[in-house]
């Protein structure tokens, strides 16, 4: 029975990826202020023995912990935030985990925080948790002259993406690993892995209706450019393309993560000649270039394919839906990956669009009037919508077993805030516990 804690708990990554590795566990202590994050982690999990609201008054266990897991929160070092670093009293709680593993001495420490940590104050905010947290070594060289204050630990940091451990998210964290000075110092990050599981594998067969942009909205979005190639949305000649299926969490402002689908299809009378054409020279006819708009009516989505050749049928392309300009209008931004972008603590990161028909890429001789039907048709039948609650969950690599007792809006935040299961799992399994 291996004896863990967590400060800034959240929702319980940390006890998913323990659970997943087959780990007995007793959970000394979780600590967590948001009183909606509380009650998804009771929900899950059982309320802890101990469950402190306020790190600066929690206990400190007198008999060291297997395992102490943190992760103060990221706002003060975000890239996307105010880069207010150490003058943010948000920042300082680093301080606080310090001294936590200063009293406690856990055999194993874990922190993980974003990206933007290394490069905060150009790098003296990142520099001074590595002194103190690698009183001994750092990614395997000694420290020499280590500050009077650091702790006896070997250290170990690296910056991992979830797209390359199994989650199609591009969702960068930096994680520090911390082995105490008497235990086995062996341990290296997991490799990266091909990724298999792609977005498809994460979006729910139905959705409710509340989750879909208005008309309105998606009617904006769809008229806001007209180059495509430079990510945008309608047509500029009649080699672009645009039918997006997106990827994101709720309404528009700074959505992340669009999804396109291209679907071609040949008419009925091209079908007919080309059958026609075959049992006369015993040669087909067609080729890519033959295929055309075709307007399904159906209730069901094809299947998505993720396929960086734009001459398949179901690609899927991820994106962002982002103000620019002086006035800060939202344009729909893509890019040929097969991963959302980062889940943020807004829900307003991620939109999926369906139904999204348009014009076969590279279809020699259009005629203008061709392309303005297919503008036409793009506009009125392609549909957006956010990501549900459910599928930033799978994006952060919780089972559909984790459920939540809260509202949507909460929910989104929860994922935002949390840590990738398959991300935490594999650093356990790589330690010697």
């Known amino acids: 029975m291996k004896t863990v804690a967590s400060d800034f708990s959240g929702v319980g990554a940390f006890n998913q990826a323990l659970k997943r590795l087959g780990i007995e566990y007793d959970e000394i202590f979780a600590c967590d202020m948001d009183k909606y994050a509380r009650q998804t ?4 999990y059982g309320e802890p023995k101990y469950y402190p609201t ?6 400190i266990p007198k008999e060291s912990l297997d395992i102490y897991m943190t992760s103060p929160p990221c706002q003060a070092f975000s890239l996307a935030g105010k880069r207010l670093g150490k003058n943010d009293k948000r920042g300082i709680l680093f301080f606080n985990s310090l001294e936590f593993i200063e009293k406690n001495k856990p055999r194993f420490f874990i922190f993980e925080n974003v990206k933007g940590l290394l490069s905060d104050d150009g790098g003296k905010t990142f520099s001074e948790w590595v002194n ?19 702790v006896d630990y070997h250290l170990y940091w690296k910056v991992l993406n979830a797209k390359h451990h199994g989650v199609p998210q591009n969702r960068e964290r930096v994680f520090l690993i911390g082995i105490r000075d008497d235990k086995d110092n062996n341990f290296s990050f997991p490799a990266e892995e091909h990724l298999t599981k792609r977005l498809k594998d994460v979006l729910e067969s139905e959705v409710d209706e509340k989750y ?13 450019s007209d180059n495509f190639n430079n990510g ?24 992340d993560n669009i999804i396109k689908v291209i679907a071609f299809g040949r008419s009925e009378e091209e079908k007919i000649r080309r059958k026609e054409h075959f049992k006369k020279t015993g040669l087909d006819s067609g080729s890519f270039k033959d295929k055309e708009l075709i307007l399904k009516n159906q209730e069901y989505y094809d299947t998505l394919l993720a396929n960086p050749n ?12 982002r103000g620019r300009g002086e006035n800060n209008e939202q344009t729909l931004e893509l890019n040929n990956s097969d991963y959302t972008n980062s889940i943020t603590t807004v829900q307003k990161d991620n939109v999926i669009v369906h139904n999204c028909i348009t014009e076969a890429i590279g279809r020699q001789g259009s005629s203008s009037e061709y392309i303005d039907s297919c503008k036409k048709v793009y506009q009125s039948t392609h549909q957006i919508r956010r990501l549900t609650p459910r599928e930033c969950f799978r994006l952060m690599d919780f089972p559909n077993s984790f459920t939540w007792p809260v509202s949507d809006s909460q929910a989104y935040k929860q994922a935002g805030n949390s840590i990738v299961v398959n991300v935490l799992y594999k650093i356990l399994k790589n330690l010697n516990i």
């Open 41 to 44: 982690f009771i929900h899950n």
């Open 54 to 59: 306020n790190v600066y008054e929690r206990e």
């Open 132 to 150: 103190f947290l690698g009183g001994k070594s750092v990614n395997g060289s000694p420290v020499l002259f280590p500050y009077a204050d650091a």
């Open 212 to 224: 879909f942009l208005s008309q309105k909205m998606v009617d904006y979005l769809s008229t806001r």
């Open 232 to 255: 945008k949305i309608n047509y500029k000649d009649e080699n672009d393309y645009a039918s997006t299926i997106t990827k994101s969490s709720s309404s528009i402002d700074i959505s």
């Open 310 to 321: 734009p001459q398949k049928e179901g690609l899927i392309f991820c994106g962002a839906i």
